[in-house]
């Protein structure tokens, strides 16, 4: 193999272009030509690859976001999509494609590898962190950690005011976000999908704390399907039980910023791991990190099993925060 490509696609995320920044000097150690594909698939479909070298990634560890740009494309999970985005393949010369992004990006992943002959390798980055075969996606700690300072900062005027709130964190259909930051913020109550909790129960909880000590509470709430649904929750607790409530939806204010120290490793890591895996052969895998080491997943396991919730976390929060 003499020459690979890069791309990232879906979500961004805090810690992409420091992968990036890792995938491109890890090839050019390996004597590899690297080239960026811009807007993702959307940009595989256009054409627009353009060569990289070290020092094209001087200066990214730090930033957030991804200097390749990213996008939802539709067109791709179209077979004329695909099919353009191939040749496109083909005339560059890349026999190796690094793709960076979560489960809809490795799904699109899946379908291109079995239709070309290029060798496809995934690289988990999305602030959700819902793929299986990785302990943490690259961004997920950024994400948490931004939550988690709207968290203490909204603390501080709750217990002031003696107020409720609600606080709405990203997800996209999981409560991974929501329940470390939710453990780590010491938020009295949590609503996620993975466990089921109705508003009725919500409401005997937060009477049972108010009829104590407790003046103020933060519930966590995952996003759903229909990001704001926290106004809907608040309302109908005000209906119920009359406590008066703010809310507040961070949203993508938590895909922003400059990466932590934690995501710019895992980022360096899987971004040299991706690397080396395409220029070992291996193709048709996400490369992420299980109890800190590099692991290997079928690509198609990545979307198609589900990546089960931390459930002593579930229960260490029950019993510290409620
Ligand atoms: O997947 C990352 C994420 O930020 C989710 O948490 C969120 O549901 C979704 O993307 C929002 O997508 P968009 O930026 O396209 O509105």
């Known amino acids: 193999m003499e020459r690979i490509g890069i791309l990232t696609s879906g979500g961004d995320a805090p810690g992409m272009n420091a992968c990036i920044r890792a995938a491109v000097r890890a090839a050019s150690a390996q004597g590899l030509e690297i080239f960026g594909i811009r807007r993702g698939y959307a940009g595989l479909i256009r054409g627009e690859i353009e060569p990289l070298d070290r020092r094209s990634v001087t200066n990214i560890i730090h930033q957030g976001g991804t200097i390749l740009g990213t996008a939802r494309s539709p067109e791709f999970m179209t077979s004329e999509g695909r099919a353009t985005a191939i040749e496109n393949l083909r005339k560059a010369g890349i026999e190796g494609l690094i793709l960076i992004g979560g489960d809809g990006t490795f799904h699109g992943g899946t379908v291109l590898s079995q239709e070309c002959g290029v060798s496809i390798i995934g690289v988990p980055g999305t602030i959700d962190n819902d793929v299986y075969g990785t302990d943490y996606t690259i961004g997920f700690d950024t994400a948490v950690n931004c939550a988690l ?3 203490d900062r909204i603390r501080d005027t709750a217990l002031s005011h003696e107020r409720l709130f609600f606080v709405e964190v990203m997800g996209r259909r999981t409560g ?5 930051s939710g453990v780590a913020g010491g938020a009295e109550e949590l609503l996620i999908p993975e466990v089921s909790m ?9 009477e049972r704390s108010f009829k104590g000590e407790k003046k103020s509470a933060i519930v966590v709430v995952a996003e759903t399907e229909q990001p ?8 109908e607790v005000r209906d119920k039980v009359g406590f008066d409530s703010r809310v507040c939806i961070l949203g993508h204010i938590q895909r922003g910023g400059s990466p932590t120290a934690r995501d710019r490793v895992l980022a360096g890591k899987l971004g040299i791991a ?4 395409l220029a070992a052969g291996k193709s048709g895998y996400m490369v992420g990190e299980i109890n800190w080491r590099v692991a290997y997943t079928p690509l198609q396991y990545t979307w198609e099993k589900g990546k089960e919730l931390n459930v002593e976390l579930v229960e260490m929060r029950k019993l510290l925060c409620e």
Do not use: K, M, P, T
Request: aromatic share 6%; glycine share 4%; hydrophobic share 50%.
């Open 149 to 151: 300072e709207a968290i």
């Open 274 to 277: 991706a690397v080396q895996a």
């Open 228 to 235: 704001g649904d926290s106004f809907r929750i608040a309302q």
């Open 176 to 180: 991974f976000i929501a329940l470390e």
């Open 198 to 206: 109705s508003v009725d129960e919500l409401c005997s909880h937060l």
